[in-house]
């Protein structure tokens, strides 16, 4: 079932301005870090008489989920980066939209409900795969436009075509001004977003997905054969960086030039990978098929597609904390400095709640 926790923007509508408290600088896509003023899970409360309450316990790599931790008492919690404190307290974790699901998480505009944000929609009547940010525009690629398409983060306007004519895109990421997305037939494109033609990076694979970029190269799932590859993104022979079985169904990836993030679909696992090496760890486990996945500079976010949830983690452990429940069919997720972006596949939308 459907979760009816969505608020939808109409096209020339603002959407909801991030309220008093601090939002952080800079965002990325799928393809690179940014610092991004939020509370972490698992950070440090503070309390109106100066005591500081631990956020949450840390967790394991398995499926266990937390709503952010322990709350404090009838103090003030200060949001990391601002300057303004509000009451929290566990009685109204499920409903302030201040403090909703853990101390600290501000929806941003939206309400809480049972301790989740309500989601804003951005744009509905696609059919959306991956996605990517670039400042205040939402790059996504359309399955049913058959193009990588772009609109205003906020869902102020309509999607707009970036690059018509692409043979069932999938997954995408921004590195250096240009975007570079996967296809079908198993290749690998690019397009600078100033302007400019689009140009076939690689081509000859199997099917592609998920895709994120590093210094001169771009990381790219390749899930009828297992294979994590590195293609030279100015040409040349590809590697085959790490490889698992194919009912893992390699899908979503995402970097930060250090390490690559892949998501097993069919492994219900996201696993790390320091860049250079060709060993994997577990970076989580237990997940309803995870696709999308996304990173700032402290956590990694994801969606799980077969259980509808969208969830994050730090990149250093501690608990999953759960963003949303009911969404269907999760595919692509993409941040910026105050939103988690996600593609709803079966209802055919975009939509983001504070993260």
Known sequence: MLSDDFTTIPPGSAGAAPAAG????????????????????????????????????????G???????????????SASGGSVSTPCVSAALATDPLNCGFCGHDCRGTACTAGECAAQ?????????????????????DELAASIRVLPVDGSAKPTTFAAAQSLPRYLTIAASKVYWTREDGSLMMQPIGGGTVSTVASGFSKLLGVGVAGDSAYVAEPGTGALLQIPIAGGKALTVSSTSSGNYVE??????????????????IVALAMGSAQTTPFVANQGSPSGVALDANFIYWANQ???????KQKSGGEIVTLKTGVAHAVGVAVDANFVYFAEGNTQRIARIAK
Do not use: C, H, M
């Not at 077969?306 to 994050?312: A, D, H, M, P, S």
């Open 63 to 77: 499926g266990s989920t937390a709503r952010g931790g322990s709350a404090g008492n009838s103090g003030g919690a």
């Open 22 to 61: 601090g939002s952080g600088s800079g965002g990325s896509g799928s393809g690179g870090a940014s610092s991004g003023g939020v509370t972490a899970n698992g950070g440090n409360v503070t309390l109106s008489g100066g005591a500081t309450a631990s956020g949450g316990s840390a967790g394991n790599a």
């Open 306 to 312: 077969g259980t509808g949830e969208i969830r994050k």
């Open 121 to 141: 929609v951005l744009t509905t009547g696609v059919q959306p795969k991956g996605l990517a940010i670039d400042g205040d525009k939402l790059y996504f690629a």
């Open 252 to 269: 979503g990836v995402a970097t930060d030039g250090q390490t690559v993030w892949v998501a097993y679909n069919g492994g219900t696992q």
